[in-house]
């Protein structure tokens, strides 16, 4: 069984059942655990081929809606793929997730300003 860059593989309850990728991505988003997110997104980079880096990490964290998460994963340069982050804008518009769309929104459209100063709006 492949081991995901990680030391084990969690066994899902008794029925020794292993979890799939985007499982172990999921509970480590929302542990927050920033260094186990990182090598995954390295282990799904280099099994794809820099072709689509980190897709499942961000999806997964669109959908959960961590957006320090997805801030981190800005900065480390892991958003650059631009299809992958069109449907997780679309996946927040349809989960109403405001920030991660904001956020989303953003790094697609940088001209469209966002009012950020009026409060928590």
């Known amino acids: 069984r492949r081991n995901y860059g990680l030391r ?10 292993l979890k799939t990728f985007r499982q172990l991505v999921h509970e480590a988003v929302l542990k927050n655990n ?3 997110i990182q090598r995954m997104i390295q282990f799904e980079s280099q099994e794809s081929k820099r072709c689509r880096k980190a897709i ?3 999806s997964v964290a669109s ?5 320090s998460i997805l801030r981190n994963m800005r900065r480390k340069g892991w958003m650059w793929h631009c299809s992958t982050n069109i449907e997780a804008f679309k996946t927040a518009i349809r989960l ?5 769309a904001r956020f989303f929104l953003d790094i697609l459209h940088p001209e ?3 009012a950020k100063k009026r409060g928590k709006a």
């Open 8 to 17: 084990r593989m969690t066994l899902a309850s008794r029925r020794k059942r």
């Open 34 to 36: 920033w260094p186990k």
């Open 56 to 58: 499942t990490t961000i």
């Open 63 to 67: 959908e959960v809606g961590v957006v």
């Open 96 to 100: 109403k997730n405001v920030p991660v």
């Open 112 to 114: 469209i300003p966002i």
